[in-house]
């Protein structure tokens, strides 16, 4: 869905986060990357809880893409035992606090077991109203459009079909407005193959903070400067001078 090109308000309806410098945080207190990660789940739980008290309505958090792979072995299971643990743990508070979990994202390679659980979350929390948390889990969006170009084909749509509207509905991202602000941590500038569709009108906001230390003033922060950016969507700012 895209947002709508007046769409302009105080709070940004969708979030979505690059939670970066896991590895970093933990090397830096001389702990294994894996360390870090733990730490990284902590600020996901707290994170979650901040946006949806400071009213935001959709939060959408990387956190395996599909370029992450090529990761030694051992780290790549740590995360993918950390993911079940997060939404096995915390399933029931989420679901009480009225929230909508969805994991987007490629389901090739993922374990019978992973899958269960994706599945349980998803169904256990589908009329979820409050709070819109989207988990991108083994997720590229280059990845993610190749994927949905191929249910389109499948579907037999022929080329005066296709428009903007229709491939959206095959993203996995369809029924989710587009994120309105992008923050990454860790100090990196790039978005690492996140949101590629979806992105192209968000405003992005680095910061130097590393995830496993991004706190809700961090949040408030970002959220700060994206209330003073002035969002145009290709028209004028409003007081603008034509001649
Ligand atoms: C982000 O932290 C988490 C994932 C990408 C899975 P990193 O693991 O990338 O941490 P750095 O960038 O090496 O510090
Ligand atoms: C992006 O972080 C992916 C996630 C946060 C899940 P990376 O650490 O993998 O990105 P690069 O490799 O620095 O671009
Ligand atoms: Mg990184």
Do not use: C
Not at 44 to 56: F, H, K, L, T, Y
Request: glycine letters at 6%; hydrophobic letters at 40%.
């Amino acid at each position: 869905m895209s947002s709508h090109p007046k769409y302009r308000a105080d709070i940004p309806l969708h979030i979505a986060i690059i939670m970066d410098g896991n590895g970093r945080w933990a090397q830096a207190r001389h702990r294994p990357r894996v360390f870090g990660h733990q730490a990284g789940v902590k600020t996901v739980r707290r994170i979650v809880e901040d946006a949806a008290d400071i009213g935001i309505k959709y939060l959408t958090l990387y956190s395996f893409s599909t370029e992450n792979w090529t990761r030694p072995k051992a780290e790549i299971a740590a995360l993918f035992q950390l993911l079940k643990k997060y939404v096995e743990d915390d399933l029931d508070t989420l679901n009480d606090n009225n929230v909508r979990v969805r994991i987007i994202g490629s389901r090739e390679g993922l374990k019978p077991d992973l899958l269960k659980v994706i599945k349980k979350v998803e169904k256990t929390t589908e009329h979820n109203t409050e709070f819109f948390l989207n988990i991108a889990f083994n997720y590229g969006g280059r990845d993610e459009i190749i994927r949905a170009v191929k249910s389109l084909v499948q579907g037999g749509f022929a080329p005066a079909d296709i428009d903007e509207k229709l491939l959206e509905r095959f993203l996995d991202t369809t029924d989710i407005p587009d994120p309105d602000l992008v923050i990454r941590t860790s100090g990196e500038q790039r978005i690492s193959n996140f949101l590629s569709w979806q992105a192209a009108y968000a405003e992005f906001v680095f910061t130097d903070v590393l995830w496993p230390d991004f706190s809700r003033s961090d949040l408030e922060t970002a959220i700060s400067e994206f209330q003073r950016r002035d969002r145009r969507f290709g028209n004028l700012s409003d007081t603008a001078e034509v001649a």
